[in-house]
């Protein structure tokens, strides 16, 4: 079965950078993470999870949504078959919980979570002086 382990998370001054990981394993044989779209979400305290990037499968096309104003970069490893989310500029409403989802499929992605159905664990990010 598909699973997903997110790691990289932690406590990060306000201005900091922080690289989130998400590793997948479990693939049937034949089946490969270049078949499918990769987001990355978050969820704050009382708040709804957002998308924060998803990099679409073959093509590899990312999209963010604009809030972001360019401080966030989802990268992905098909060989390693990692996907990273590359952090910059933290600020203290970045504070959530991080997890990362897939979608096996094609075309382009998006960052909505109905979209995709296999997610990990997550992972706490803290931005706080």
């Known amino acids: 079965q598909l699973q997903l382990v997110e790691s990289g998370g932690g406590l990060v001054q306000p201005g900091g950078d922080l690289r989130l990981s998400c590793a997948a394993s479990g693939f049937t044989s034949g089946d490969t993470l270049d078949y499918y779209h990769i987001g990355w979400f978050r969820q704050a305290p009382g708040k709804e999870r957002e998308g924060v990037a998803c990099?679409?499968?073959?093509?590899?096309?990312?999209y963010y949504p604009l809030f972001l104003q360019g401080r966030f970069t989802i990268i992905r490893d098909d060989a390693e078959k990692t996907v990273y989310l590359q952090m910059r500029r933290l600020k203290p409403e970045d504070t959530a919980v991080y997890y990362c989802?897939?979608?096996?499929?094609?075309?382009?992605?998006?960052?909505?979570?109905?979209?995709?159905?296999?997610w990990g664990q997550g992972t706490q990010v803290t931005v706080s002086s």
């Open positions: 990099i679409s499968s073959t093509q590899h096309t990312t």
């Open positions: 989802a897939v979608q096996r499929t094609w075309g382009g992605c998006r960052y909505v979570a109905d979209d995709y159905d296999h």
